[in-house]
């Protein structure tokens, strides 16, 4: 294992004054190479875990050293801190890192930390309390109207029972938001045919009873009366609503194979998964003007901060179709822009 140290260290700013070509001190090097070795022969890491855990504490140790720090004993909690925002805020020889980069970072500086303190190299841990920085919410995936419709029509294809279950899953999916979890978990007497409505079981065992489209109600319907009972003469009498070949309830593996089947099928391309369903039906309701607390009792949620992350999905929407067509968002050599530049008329 090549030694850690030998790099020459980058000129940083705020708290002990950098050098600009300070080199890590021997005590630092000898410290990170204690540890990488532990890891290495103790405790068995992969190569390419030391090799990241190796470039990641490379940079520690240059950042350390252009901040005159020479003794592991002398590393403050202010110092663990101060490194982590100089990742976020990058220099001339290094981008700014992406949170998960940074908090991947940390992990190598902590163990470091963690590993001296044990070791009895130093008597505490300046990492410990230090919190990696949270990575952005990631905006949920949502599919067009038009897929969706696509989708659907792909899962019934040959009107095989087979296909009039998968309709039947997928409308149930989309048409009311249930997680995966939830319609496979469902048994025939939890839908409503008539008042179309059906029942689900959300987390913590919270019931809720959601509507049904007239589309999702009338492929359940043809599934429980031309499929399901070929399914159910194969088994041993289950309640469950979606039924596998075997007559038993559908898992949830296979109801992942029977979306990417259909998505398949209708040339989706693309990530797209059974809870992409469930943000289709929030998204496409917030587009279509419903609260966004009805949204957060049709999907279970039991904040609705957990919801609000929808209404920047539509909010996108709209700046997209925004810039699209309002003549103030076009670009002045644009069709919208010289129109505003004509003189304009009485009236």
Not at 111 to 134: E, K, M, Y
Not at 196 to 223: D, M, T
Not at 293 to 309: K, M, N, P, Y
């Amino acid at each position: 294992m090549g030694a850690v140290g030998g790099v020459g260290a980058s000129a940083v700013g705020g708290g002990r004054q950098g050098r600009p070509s300070a080199v890590p001190s021997p005590a630092l090097v000898d410290a990170v190479q204690g540890w990488l070795e532990h890891l290495d022969v103790e405790r068995g890491a992969a190569r390419n875990t030391l090799a990241s855990y190796r470039r990641d504490l490379r940079r520690y140790l240059d950042y350390l050293a252009g901040r005159g720090i020479v003794d592991p004993g002398e590393i403050t909690e202010h110092d663990v801190t101060a490194f982590l925002a100089y990742l976020r805020e990058g220099d001339g020889d290094h981008p700014p890192l992406t949170a998960t980069s940074a908090a991947r970072s940390l992990v190598a500086v902590r163990g470091l930390h963690r590993f001296l303190l044990l070791d009895d190299v130093t008597g505490q841990d300046p990492a410990a309390g230090v919190r990696p920085p949270s990575a952005p919410k990631r905006l949920p995936k949502a599919i067009s109207t038009g897929d969706v419709e696509r989708l659907l029509a792909a899962a019934s294809a040959g009107g095989t029972p087979a296909g009039l279950r998968d309709r039947a899953l997928l409308e149930v999916l989309y048409g009311c938001g249930a997680r995966i979890s939830e319609a496979v978990g469902l048994d025939v007497d939890d839908v409503d045919l008539d008042g179309g409505a059906v029942r689900l079981l959300g987390k913590g065992r919270k019931e809720r009873i959601v509507p049904l489209g007239s589309y999702a109600l009338e492929a359940v319907r043809g599934y429980l009366v031309r499929a399901r009972p070929g399914f159910a003469s194969a088994g041993s009498g289950t309640p469950a609503l979606f039924l596998n070949t075997r007559g038993g309830r559908l898992s949830r593996q296979s109801a992942w194979t029977v979306l990417r089947a259909a998505a398949g099928r209708a040339r989706l391309t693309g990530e797209l998964s059974p809870h992409t369903l469930r943000h289709s039906f929030a998204t496409h309701l917030l587009d279509g003007g419903a609260d966004v607390r009805v949204v957060q009792e049709l999907l279970g949620h039991a904040s609705v901060t957990t919801t609000q992350i929808y209404t920047l999905v539509t909010a996108e929407r709209l700046r997209e179709v925004y810039a699209a067509a309002h003549p103030r968002a076009l670009a002045a050599s644009g069709s919208g822009g010289a129109a505003l530049n004509a003189p304009r008329g009485r009236g």
